[in-house]
């Protein structure tokens, strides 16, 4: 589906990533993770052929992500951007409705209008359809923005999904909500690609990590193999212990606070 080969961006002198490989094949979902500054926004609009590559390569559908036209794009594959900040006086359905751009010319077709509503009602918005989108909470705003990326993605076969912090403002239920529908889209064959910050959410829904440090890639592989008390301490300079709670479906992590308050900071 996409595959990342040693992939580097530089900007200036600076470099963001080095040498970063990934390979995500249909149906999978990868959680991207690690501190502030690690690279994952970057790494993210590199995916999303935002930015062209210092070095490297990657290939989405076996070809080179920098051969597709904008549009061709944008049929295959949807973003959630960190930033989405809009100002101007667009419903929260007429944000929706921008998902369907790629598909049609000048006027909706009644297949796009009913994907929207699909999609504000999957994100749990549709009562929320006609407000401004400026008056909207920072929440309700995420998650008109998770509906907007659904509904570019809805008909694709094998679609990517590349989520940057896709919960940023959502309360815990809404939160739990948005990977469990990223999960559900990859029940479907959809890929989903997202920068997690909460590593327990990490492991109870993502099926591979890919954890940076410093713009390199520090470990990849399953949540448990990835997500272990050394390289936690390691990539984030936070002690942590994982529980494994009797009947519990995954682990849970516990910043460990006694033994982190008597490290040194420098
Ligand atoms: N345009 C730029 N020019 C110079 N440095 C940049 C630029 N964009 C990002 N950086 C730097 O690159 C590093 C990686 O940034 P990035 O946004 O990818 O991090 P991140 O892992 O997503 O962080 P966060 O968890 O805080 O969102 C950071 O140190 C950032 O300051």
Redesign the pocket.
């Known amino acids: 589906m996409i595959e990342a080969k040693n992939v580097s961006f530089r ?2 002198n ?1 470099v ?1 990533l080095e040498n970063i490989s990934l390979t995500v094949k249909p149906g999978e979902f990868w959680a991207v993770t ?10 993210i ?1 590199l995916l999303s052929a935002e930015h062209p590559l210092s070095a490297g390569s990657i290939l989405f559908h076996g070809r080179e992500l920098k051969t597709y036209p904008l549009r061709e794009l944008a049929g295959k594959r949807a973003v959630l951007s ?1 930033q989405n900040t809009i100002t101007l006086q667009f419903t929260a359905r007429e944000i929706v409705l921008m998902g369907r751009y790629p598909f049609y010319d000048t006027i909706p077709a009644r297949r796009d209008l009913a994907i929207v509503d699909l999609c504000l009602h999957k994100t749990g918005i549709f009562n929320l359809k006609d407000r401004l989108y400026p008056t909207l909470s920072g929440g309700e705003q995420q998650r008109v923005q998770l509906a907007r990326t659904l509904a570019q993605i809805w008909e694709v076969e094998n679609g990517l999904i590349l989520l ?2 896709p919960t940023t403002g959502m309360d815990l239920l809404h939160q739990h909500e948005t990977f469990r529908i990223a999960r559900e889209m990859t029940d479907q064959g959809f890929s989903v690609i997202a ?1 997690v ?1 909460d590593l327990n959410q990490a492991l109870q829904y993502a099926g591979h990590v890919l954890l ?1 440090q410093d ?1 390199k890639s520090f470990a990849s592989g399953t949540p448990p193999a990835v997500l272990t008390e050394s390289n936690i301490k390691a990539a984030f300079g936070l002690p942590v212990r994982i529980f494994h709670p009797a009947h519990a479906s995954h682990a849970v992590i516990v910043p460990d606070v006694a033994m982190a308050t008597a490290i040194p900071q420098n």
């Not at 690690?34 to 790494?43: E, I, Q």
């Open positions: 900007i200036k600076e963001l690690g501190a502030n500054g690690a690279g994952k926004s970057t790494f609009r960190q940057d912090e920068v910050h940076l713009g």
